[in-house]
């Protein structure tokens, strides 16, 4: 149990464009879901934390409106990518929490702006 | 502000041994305490939490403890594999609140 999925796990955009992940919670309800950056040989960076039905709440630094997240149903939440740029480029990666302690991670999408 | 500090940005060790990673925390109590076992070029995977109240918890090859004197976790793996090879990280919080990660703990189990 407890199996967090990300789509897509990788793709490759054009500068300037917008891209959208996926992040499903595929056999419990998510009630918090949050959604990480990491780079090359480093932790992970907490971007947002989304509750369902609410706005996202986002970390000192991180654009609101560059990086959309929407929570709408229990299961899903997506991150969007607006006007991406180069420095863009990074691994993103989701993770979810119900009614239990433990947080739990999707696979990541790594994500290259050309 | 609140840290989570794994002092050993990487560990080498025999298979066969046992492979004690080290966890401390400073600036705050959290409530739990995660780790994970993160390979190259994909997400965290849950291995286990232990709360503030409990000072010891096991599954199968694993031990982590809390210690909150000292402000500090151990993770241990024993009858270490080169399969167990992976980077570790600690984490501080769970449910609903934040993670705040460490910087992980390269392990290397070599034959």
């Known amino acids: 149990g407890a199996v967090v999925s990300q789509h897509p796990s990788w793709v490759i955009c054009k500068s300037g464009t917008s891209v959208k992940i996926e992040c499903r919670s595929l056999d419990f309800q998510a009630t918090t879901m949050f959604w990480y950056r990491q780079f090359p040989k480093q932790s992970l960076m907490l971007m947002a934390t989304?509750?369902?039905?609410?706005?996202?709440?986002?970390e000192q630094g991180v654009e609101k409106d560059k990086f959309l997240i929407n929570h709408a149903s229990l299961t899903l939440s997506t991150l969007t990518v607006t006007s991406a740029h180069p420095e863009d480029s990074s691994f993103y990666i989701c993770?979810?929490?119900?009614?239990?302690?433990?947080?739990?991670f999707g696979p990541g999408t790594r994500l290259t702006v050309t | 502000s609140q840290k989570i500090e794994q002092n050993s940005e990487a560990l080498n060790i025999q298979e066969g041994k046992t492979a004690t990673l080290t966890c401390n925390y400073t600036?705050?109590?959290?409530?739990?305490l995660q780790w994970y076992r993160q390979d190259p070029g994909r997400g965290p995977v849950f291995l286990l939490l232990i709360r503030e109240n409990e000072k010891e918890k096991r599954k199968e090859r694993l031990k982590v403890t809390f210690d909150t004197t000292l402000k500090q976790s151990l993770f241990h793996i024993t009858a270490s594999q080169p399969a167990d090879s992976a980077t570790y990280l600690c984490a501080g919080g769970g449910g609903t609140d934040k993670l705040i990660f460490g910087t992980g703990t390269r392990l290397q189990v070599f034959p």
């Open positions: 600036n705050y109590s959290p409530a739990y």
């Open positions: 989304s509750n369902e039905g609410s706005k996202a709440t986002y």
């Open positions: 993770s979810a929490s119900g009614d239990r302690d433990e947080q739990y």
